[in-house]
């Protein structure tokens, strides 16, 4: 009898892994950052990632802040404020970038001199600065506020259109004392008078007239004025300023350039 070899054919059978410690994790997160504390801290939420248990926070220079599980994390600004803050998930890093807007005006003379005296600032996610004179003073717009360079009897000085006749304008703006730091102060150290000198340097609480108006909310804005010169000529002053304003996050006083 004869014997017969069957020959079949092989199929390779492919193997699916999972749960592989080389299966890669981490993604970018959607960040909703809220000034919280009067404005002084600053609360990030995020969105978590599958796969990552724990989160980093990190400074504009890539140091670790905090590590935490959740996905949520207040910073205070008496600890330190940033200019960027990143989100680390899984070894992917996401951005906020909590850089101040900055604008420059030159050749503001005193309201007792011809010329343009007053600086315009328009507040939003895309703010502006520019050097008006008294008749293109709007108090109307939204949005917007006003300040004069006023020589008051030999002190110059800034002022708020609410501290003069033009009135109240819908962001009216104070400001604080010579200063330094990157925290804008709390309330109760601004005023919508307030003197100045050559390389001074003076927060500015934005307070929003339309809603809000008396406290530090998330209606507000924060921000200073570098006074960059400052002469007096013809009895009066003129002066060129930087300005400065945390626009990232509404109602922040952090402004760290």
């Known amino acids: 009898m004869r014997k017969f070899l069957i020959l079949l054919p092989i199929f390779a059978v492919g193997v699916v892994a999972t749960g592989c410690e080389n299966t890669p994790v981490g993604g970018n997160v959607d960040i909703t950052a809220e000034a919280v ?5 600053l609360k990030l939420t995020w969105t978590s990632v599958e796969g990552v248990s724990e989160y980093k926070i990190l400074d504009e220079n890539q140091n670790e802040i905090a590590t935490v599980n959740d996905t949520t994390y207040t910073l205070a600004g008496a600890d330190g404020v940033y200019a960027r803050i990143y ?6 890093k996401t951005e906020l970038d909590l ?7 030159s050749d503001i003379v005193s309201h007792d001199l011809t010329g343009t005296s007053w600086v315009k600032i328009v507040f939003g996610n895309s703010p ?13 717009a939204a949005n917007t506020g006003y ?5 008051n009897s030999g002190t110059p000085e800034l002022r708020d259109a609410s501290a003069t006749s033009e009135g109240q304008a819908k962001m009216e703006l104070a400001f604080s004392d010579n200063s330094s730091g990157t925290l804008a102060p709390g309330t109760g150290n ?3 008078a307030r003197g100045i000198a050559e390389n001074g340097f003076y927060f500015f609480w934005a307070d929003n007239t339309s809603a809000g108006y008396g406290s530090m909310d998330a209606n507000d804005y924060f921000g200073a004025v570098k006074v960059t010169s400052l002469s007096s000529s013809g009895g009066g002053y003129t002066a ?4 400065y304003i945390q626009h990232n996050v509404a109602g922040l006083r952090w402004l760290k350039m």
């Open 37 to 41: 504390n009067d404005g002084a801290d």
């Open 87 to 92: 989100i680390d998930a899984g070894g992917t």
């Open 99 to 105: 850089t101040p807007f900055n604008g420059t005006v």
């Open 128 to 140: 502006t600065v520019s050097a008006i004179q008294q008749s293109d003073v709007d108090v109307t």
């Open 147 to 151: 300040f004069i360079l006023y020589n």
């Open 190 to 192: 601004y005023n919508t």
């Open 240 to 243: 060129s300023f930087i300005i």
